[in-house]
């Protein structure tokens, strides 16, 4: 994804800001710095509480370790370990995050084709009605609503996700950012949270 000239671009701008504010001495490459990316919503999730518990730090070390470039085994996972400043000022680096990831959306997903003026009714979603969703949306777009907001990816069609109240609230409001919240199979796989 980060071949995309638009993709490639944003992220090394947000890169250069991001360590020279916050960590200037970390060595990170861009395809490691664009994985931090995309686990600012899962960190913004986990973070919804105002804290993140020892259980959620080991699920977000192994998703970043997942996400990471590799062969870090003697040595630190620069992924892991940019993360740890990234929750440090979570919050003054969630919109340009955020927004780094909206342009890759964008650029790779299509969205364009997806239905985005069908609304989904009040009340519970047809479990089928929502399969048919997901096969029929871009695969990339799937990949990332799982990457972000579930442990792991192929539970995203379960219908039954269990959540905590403030969790469920940043889900939605990343999806508000992200302008994912426009987007008929985003809906649905928001009510599939109990």
């Known amino acids: 994804m980060i071949e995309y000239p638009e993709v490639k671009e944003a992220t090394v ?20 710095f664009f ?18 518990s020892l259980f959620e730090e080991m ?5 970043a370790r997942k996400l990471s470039k590799g062969g870090y085994f003697m040595k630190k996972d620069p992924v892991v370990y940019a993360m740890k400043y990234l929750i440090k000022n979570y919050y003054n680096w969630s919109d340009k995050f955020m927004d780094v990831l909206k342009e890759t959306i964008k650029a790779t997903c299509n969205i364009e084709n997806v239905d985005q003026d069908a609304k989904v009714t009040d009340g519970d979603i047809d479990y089928k009605e929502y399969r048919e969703a ?3 949306s871009p695969y990339l777009l799937i990949r990332f609503i799982a990457s972000f907001f579930l442990e792991n990816d192929e539970d995203i069609i379960n219908q039954n996700h269990k959540i905590g109240k403030e969790e469920y609230q940043r889900m939605i409001l990343i999806g ?6 426009r987007i008929p199979v985003f809906q649905m796989f928001c009510k599939t949270f109990k």
């Open 59 to 63: 699920a977000l070390n192994k998703k």
């Open 13 to 32: 701008a947000l890169k250069k800001d991001f360590l020279k504010t916050e960590a200037p001495y970390l060595e990170i490459s861009d395809e490691d």
């Open 134 to 136: 997901v096969l029929h």
């Open 35 to 52: 994985s931090l990316i995309v686990m600012s919503p899962t960190i913004g999730i986990a973070m919804a509480d105002g804290k993140i």
């Open 176 to 181: 508000e950012k992200l302008e994912l919240n």
